[in-house]
C-alpha cells in the first residue's frame, strides 16, 4: 500500500472557502478512484510544535502504485492540483508530498 501525505502552506490571504472546496474536491475526485482505500482531509493541529505553517493535508491510501500513478496523471487532478498550487506560498514549493510505502 502507498501512503500518500500532503501537507499544505496556504497563502496568508488564500480564502478559506476556496481552501475547503479545492480540498473537498480532491477529497471526492479520490474516494471515486479505483484503487483509493481511504481519504482523509483536514487541518494541522500541530500538537508537537513541529510543522509551523502547514495548515492542512490530506492523505490518500493507495492499494498500490498503480494506483497513485494513475491518480497522478488524471486530467481532474492536475487540475484540482493546480487549483491547490494557486492558494499555497511559492506554489508548488508550498506543498510537501510524502509517499510511505506501508504494508
Known amino acids: 500500500m502507498i501512503v500518500h501525505c500532503v501537507f499544505c502552506r496556504f497563502l496568508p490571504d488564500a480564502p478559506p472557502d476556496d481552501i475547503a472546496d479545492v480540498l473537498e474536491a480532491l477529497a471526492r475526485f479520490a474516494r471515486g478512484l479505483s484503487g483509493v482505500q481511504s481519504v482523509e482531509v483536514g487541518p494541522n493541529r500541530d500538537f508537537e510544535g513541529k510543522s509551523e505553517g502547514f495548515g492542512h493535508g490530506f492523505i490518500i ?6 494506483a497513485l500513478e494513475a491518480y497522478a496523471v488524471d486530467p481532474t487532478h492536475v487540475a484540482l492540483g493546480g487549483r491547490l498550487c494557486a492558494l499555497c506560498i511559492g ?9 510511505l510505502e506501508v504494508s
Open 61 to 66: 491510501r493507495f492499494r498500490d502504485r498503480a
Open 91 to 99: 506554489g508548488a514549493d508550498g506543498i510537501m508530498v510524502f509517499d
